[in-house]
């Protein structure tokens, strides 16, 4: 990861904290991109980009490029920013259904599309979208979130199948992650079953390197100690 320069969206979560945090032990250049303000004095090393709504196409190809200018250069894109909610179809709100497509699909997708002019210059360009275990067979409740996510795979598979020999594009799948939101909402969940936002950023940063240049299209399950 040395010297490779990534975006993260989401940087300021419990996930994107974790993985810009990885990121940069590992010598990567990491430009945060986040809805939330930041107050980080921007280095050579690490900068963010706070206040952007991604389901802007102009905000998300504005900060794309930013980055980009900032570091001279793009060789990976980590799609971490996107919204949860619990709703069922019968009695929820249509309106939920719109909602979770622009925060979990149109967001990877107007930075995937900003950045791939920038990571087709890399020689070594990675895109890393964030899919859910839920969305391969959808609980009660969660149908507005899986169908969201279901979009993301389908994004993924059809953007590797176009970006193959130039970029590769990968999703991973998490079950429920160790957040203080999720313990808050699951308080006699086996919290030891979960995944930790640690193990997620060792998987999403693997395939970000180089060692995982023949890996592309994948939708790889994270599913803890289950």
């Given at each position: 990861m040395h010297g490779k320069a990534i975006v993260i969206t989401g940087a300021l979560g419990a996930l994107g904290?974790?993985?810009?945090?990885?990121?940069?032990?590992?010598?990567?250049?990491?430009?945060?991109?986040?809805?939330?303000?930041?107050t980080l004095a921007a280095t050579a090393d690490h900068i963010e980009l706070g206040g952007v709504d991604l389901t802007d196409t102009a905000q998300a190809t504005a900060a794309i490029d930013k980055a980009a200018a900032h570091f001279g250069r793009l060789d990976g894109l980590i799609n971490i920013a996107g919204g949860f909610t619990f709703e069922a179809v019968g009695d929820g709100d249509p309106a939920t259904w719109q909602r979770m497509y622009a925060m979990n699909v149109m967001t990877a997708l107007n930075t995937s599309r900003a950045a791939i002019p920038h990571l087709t210059k890399s020689g070594a360009g990675r895109i890393i979208n964030i899919g859910a275990l839920g969305a391969l067979q959808a609980a009660s409740g969660m149908g507005p979130?899986?169908?969201?996510?279901?979009?993301?795979?389908?994004?993924?598979?059809?953007?590797?199948?176009?970006?193959?020999?130039?970029?590769?594009?990968?999703?991973?799948?998490?079950?429920?992650?160790?957040?203080?939101?999720?313990?808050?909402?699951?308080?006699?969940?086996?919290?030891?079953?979960?995944?930790?936002?640690?193990?997620?950023?060792?998987?999403?940063?693997?395939?970000?390197?180089?060692?995982?240049?023949?890996?592309?299209?994948?939708?790889?399950?994270v599913n803890g100690r289950v």
């Open positions: 904290k974790v993985v810009a945090t990885e990121a940069l032990a590992r010598g990567a250049r990491v430009a945060g991109v986040d809805h939330a303000a930041s979130y899986a169908a969201s996510k279901a979009g993301v795979h389908r994004l993924t598979e059809s953007l590797a199948a176009e970006l193959k020999g130039k970029v590769t594009v990968n999703a991973v799948l998490p079950s429920i992650i160790d957040t203080g939101a999720n313990r808050a909402a699951m308080p006699k969940a086996d919290i030891s079953k979960w995944v930790t936002p640690k193990e997620l950023a060792d998987v999403i940063l693997f395939l970000a390197s180089d060692a995982a240049s023949a890996v592309t299209g994948a939708l790889l399950p």
